[in-house]
């Protein structure tokens, strides 16, 4: 069935989910000076994570900064620790220039978002700005509750219209939710487009489906099903557990979730780790406002994971048969489309793993939803900016750990990579999304960008030389 075809039916989905959960759209409702989308004057760029759960300020590193790059003159950003260098680094190569940053507490552990509200010397310029250009624009990370209640003090405070330029709180929850979204995706794609699932609403139970699918499938997974990427993944080894009894394994879990940062809150997704994946691609979408039209679908990348937990590392563009580009491109367009129904607005992307189905063709399973930007969403859209609304013929995206001790710092990032960085007008280079932790190693979160994507690799491949070897994930 086509996407065309299945419109109708997708309405259906998308209503019933507003009847059974009307918050979908009520929480929409922040008073008489916000709306959804994006409006006129400058923008406030808050790339803040935590809030996200098991996501803490010592998790998250400099990752706030990755917006950063999307930035224009005369817009707000707000990090936890400004870095001049970096901010240096984004004037002179990038041309961003006439941009505040702001510096919320770096160690606070109330989302920035929050911290905005609450801290004078935070408020009051963005305040100040709003006054100035009778509107403006918020561009969170995440638009969780603590995005929406800013925007609403600053527009009460200003009596001037806020923007927010991201999903309702509700949808924003949901659709990160990978249970709720695994959920969807049956309603909508079918039965088989997700891995075998369950929820747990207890120790005990979450015991009982582990033991379960050891037995038939010798390993499983349990996940915080809320949290980013793979901050909750737990896979569990028979071979590391003292017996797989299910008292054993409940004990087993209770220990290794709260090693995690869990709250012990429930369900948490109980399911079967996929074995014999062959890919890992992920829809990049951008879901407007109804009234402006359908989903898009803007890339299909592929990502690079690694480790037990299978973290993100980086992504390339995809190479699929045409057929199953075309298929994964029309599932999104479908999922997106029911989004978009219940208050989702912006970027958003939805991860998939590809694995030999036992005739042979290709089985695709939707793993989640990343209602909110990403690792590979921001550098996408980085360099359309700086190409002028132009994707770039070749890509590819680091989010790497390096052991790379002579380098330290945004300065001597760029010292070491020189004349493969990327410079405002280039046609092709590399760039850096944000400035590098003072840490054991290094965090190398950047993008190549070419004509074509041969080049990009090679551009890749100069940068990890200049740099050091991988730090592999555990």
Not at 180 to 192: D, E, P, Q, S, T
Not at 318 to 335: G, N, S
């Amino acid at each position: 069935m086509t996407f065309v075809k299945r419109i109708g039916s997708l309405q259906e989905i998308a209503a019933a989910l507003v009847r059974d959960e009307p918050a979908l759209l009520s929480s929409l409702d922040f008073g008489p000076f916000v709306r959804q989308g994006i409006g006129p004057g400058p923008s406030v760029w808050i790339g803040d994570q935590v809030g996200i759960p098991l996501l803490s300020p010592d998790r998250v590193g400099n990752h706030d900064h990755r917006l950063a790059p999307l930035a224009v003159e005369g817009d707000i950003v707000v990090v936890r620790t400004r870095d001049p260098a970096f901010e240096a680094y984004l004037a002179d190569h990038l041309g961003i220039r006439g941009v505040t940053f702001l510096e919320a507490d770096a160690t606070g552990l109330s989302p920035v978002a929050e911290q905005c509200r609450s801290t004078p010397r935070l408020l009051e310029p963005l305040a100040k700005t709003l006054r100035d250009h009778g509107s403006m624009t918020l561009q969170p990370f995440v638009s969780n509750g603590h995005a929406w209640r800013l925007a609403a003090d600053l527009g009460a405070l200003a009596g001037s219209t806020v923007h927010v330029a991201g999903p309702g709180p509700r949808a924003m929850r949901r659709s990160n939710d990978k249970l709720w979204f695994w959920a969807l995706a049956r309603k909508i794609v079918g039965a088989g487009s997700v891995p075998p699932t369950w929820a747990a609403y207890g120790p005990s139970g979450a015991a009982g489906h582990v033991a379960h699918l050891i037995r038939r499938y010798g390993q499983a997974v349990v996940k915080v099903p809320d949290s980013a990427g793979a901050a909750g993944n737990l896979r569990i080894d028979p071979e590391k557990l003292p017996s797989c009894s299910v008292s054993a394994i409940r004990t087993f879990l209770l220990h290794q979730l709260a090693a995690l940062g869990w709250d012990e809150t429930y369900p948490v997704l109980v399911g079967v780790w996929e074995s014999g994946v062959t890919q890992s691609p992920s829809a990049q979408v951008r879901i407007p406002a109804p009234e402006d039209g359908p989903p898009a679908v803007l890339a299909v990348s592929e990502q690079a994971v690694e480790g037990e937990t299978g973290a993100f590392v980086g992504a390339r563009p995809a190479h699929l048969p045409p057929v199953l580009h075309a298929r994964i491109i029309d599932e999104a367009v479908a999922i997106g489309t029911v989004l978009q129904r219940i208050g989702y607005f912006g970027p958003c992307s939805f991860d998939a793993v590809l694995r030999d189905g036992r005739d042979g063709t290709a089985e695709v399973h939707w793993i989640e939803c990343n209602g909110r930007w990403s690792g590979v969403s921001i550098p996408l859209a980085a360099v359309a900016r700086l190409r002028h609304g132009q994707s770039a013929g070749g890509i590819v995206i680091f989010q790497d750990k390096l052991v790379a001790p002579h380098i330290t710092g945004t300065a001597g990032l760029c010292a070491a990579l020189g004349d493969l960085l990327y410079r405002d007008g280039d046609a092709e280079g590399l760039m850096i999304l944000s400035p590098p932790p003072d840490d054991d190693y290094l965090v190398f979160n950047a993008v190549a960008m070419a004509e074509s994507q041969p080049r990009a690799e090679d551009i890749a491949q100069a940068a990890l030389s200049r740099l050091g070897s991988r730090v592999q994930s555990p």
